[in-house]
Antibody, heavy 124, light 110 residues
Framework: EVQLVQSGAEMKKPGESLRISCKTS????????IGWVRHMPGKGLECMGV????????RYSPSFQGQVTISADNSLSTAYLQWSSLKASDTAMYYC?????????????????WGQGTLVTVSS | QSVLTQPPSASATPGQRVTISCSGS????????VNWYHQLPGTAPRLLIY???QRPSGVPDRFSGSKSGTSASLAISGLQSEDEADYYC???????????FGGGTKLTVL
């Protein structure tokens, strides 16, 4: 069974750094993209970026470029989302999800399964 | 503002059929297949429809998806109270080189 298990909730102060994790199992970690999705209170889902652990190819959505760092540790089958200096506006639920890809005439990319989410609260 | 446009809300009574639209452009829906997710309050999103109209195992056939040009739709027939949730469309955008979501539609079962 494919599973993505995320690290626990975090409470941080503005300016602090943070790294949250997404540990995977049940499939070959290096053969699938992993994405991170932000869900702010009362707002919709936003894809922050994706990483292909096989070659570390990482793509950030424009809104998140330079704001976060996505990485992966193949030996641990784990993906990470990292902030160097948190802001109150980073308060949100963060989800990781495996990106399934089929490339043909109309390429298909879909997130499944998802991790359970990590709540990040940034407050002074 | 989301790259994909969805109505913010929809409502219907139990047993009725409801459709949720998703409008995009030639760089996303016009080129790639569309997926739909639903999210119950306090839970992680779950895949509902992938590749425009495919249902993962366990998703009832009351849920169906379609795509035409740069728009897509999710239809739910035989509406049930447990269908009350937020619904999101999503697709890969070739210009942004990554996945994009719609703003989400909150479905209320009256």
């Amino acid at each position: 069974e494919v599973q993505l298990v995320q690290s626990g909730a975090e409470m941080k102060k503005p300016g602090e750094s943070l790294r949250i994790s997404c540990k995977t199992s049940g499939y070959t970690f290096t053969k699938y993209w992993i994405g991170w999705v932000r869900h702010m209170p009362g707002k919709g889902l936003e894809c922050m970026g994706v990483i292909y652990p096989g070659d570390s190819d990482t793509r950030y959505s424009p809104s998140f470029q330079g704001q976060v760092t996505i990485s992966a540790d193949n030996s641990l089958s784990t993906a990470y989302l990292q902030w160097s200096s948190l802001k109150a506006s980073d308060t949100a639920m963060y989800y990781c999800a495996r990106l399934n890809v089929i490339r043909d005439i109309n390429s298909s990319y879909w997130f499944d399964p998802w991790g359970q989410g990590t709540l990040v609260t940034v407050s002074s | 503002q989301s790259v994909l446009t969805q109505p913010p809300s929809a409502s219907a009574t139990p047993g009725q059929r409801v459709t949720i639209s998703c409008s995009g452009s030639s760089s996303n829906i016009g080129r790639n297949t569309v997926n739909w997710y639903h999210q119950l309050p306090g839970t992680a999103p779950r895949l509902l429809i992938y590749r425009n109209n495919q249902r993962p195992s366990g998703v009832p056939d009351r849920f169906s998806g379609s795509k035409s040009g740069t728009s897509a739709s999710l239809a739910i027939s035989g509406l049930q109270s447990e269908d009350e949730a937020d619904y999101y469309c999503a697709v890969w955008d070739d210009s942004l080189n990554g996945p994009v979501f719609g703003g989400g539609t909150k479905l209320t079962v009256l």
